[in-house]
C-alpha cells in the first residue's frame, strides 16, 4: 500500500475494511489515494465483472483528517464513484437520477452504515453515433458520485458493504436474497 503511515486510528480504519467480504463478481483492487484532499487516503476500486464481461466500475476513497474538518462533520470521509453503461431507454427516464440516488441510500441502509453530510450527484449520459459511427446503437452512461461521513468509526465496514452495494446495483445484479451471504472475494 502507497498510502501514508498515519495515526492508530487511521490504520485501524484501513484494517478494518481491508477484512470485508463482498460479492464475489466484485474484484477490488488498492489503488493510490488522492494525495491532496486529506492527510490520510487510502482507494480502492472495483469493477463489476460476469463471465468476463465489465458491467460497472467505481472507486471507494477513505479519507482520514484527525482535525476533523467543520463541513465534514468527523474525522473520516468517505468519497465513492460508480459508473455503468445503462440500456438506452433507461437514459430516457425522467425518474433515473432520482432512483440512481434512492441506490445509494438504499445501500447505506442496507448495510447499516450510519453516514451524515451525505452529498453527490448522479449523472446519465446519452451517446448517439452520427456520419461514421451512425450504426452504433444508443447508449447511456450513469455515473453515481457522493460522499458521507460516517458517524460511528468503528463501523468503516459497512460503509464499504454498503458501496459494494451500490456498485453492483448499478451493474443490474439482483441483490442477495435475505440471510444469503457472498462468498465472494476479501477486500484487499
Not at 503511515?5 to 470485508?20: I, K, Q, T
Request: proline share 8%.
Amino acid at each position: 500500500m502507497s498510502a501514508q503511515r498515519g495515526p492508530l486510528a487511521f490504520e485501524a480504519a484501513v484494517s478494518s475494511v481491508r477484512g470485508v467480504r463482498l460479492r464475489s463478481e466484485l474484484v477490488l483492487t488498492e489503488v493510490p489515494a488522492p494525495a491532496r484532499i486529506a492527510p490520510h487516503a487510502w482507494a480502492v476500486a472495483g469493477d463489476v465483472v460476469v463471465d468476463g464481461e465489465e458491467l460497472a466500475t467505481g472507486r471507494f476513497i477513505l479519507l482520514h483528517d484527525p482535525s476533523s474538518p467543520q463541513e465534514w462533520g468527523g474525522p473520516f470521509r468517505v468519497v465513492t464513484y460508480v459508473r455503468a453503461d445503462l440500456e438506452a431507454e433507461l437514459g430516457a427516464d425522467p425518474m433515473l437520477g432520482a432512483v440512481g440516488w434512492s441506490w445509494l441510500e438504499d445501500g447505506l441502509a442496507g448495510a447499516g452504515a450510519l453516514a451524515g453530510e451525505v452529498g453527490g450527484t448522479v449523472t446519465r449520459v446519452l451517446s448517439e453515433g452520427y456520419g461514421a459511427l451512425a450504426g452504433r446503437p444508443a447508449s447511456v452512461d450513469v455515473e453515481v458520485r457522493a460522499s458521507w461521513t460516517p458517524q460511528d468509526p468503528d463501523a468503516l465496514p459497512a460503509h464499504l458493504e454498503a458501496w459494494g452495494v451500490l456498485v453492483c446495483t448499478v451493474a443490474g445484479l439482483p441483490p442477495l436474497p435475505e440471510g444469503v451471504v457472498s462468498l465472494g472475494r476479501r477486500g484487499r
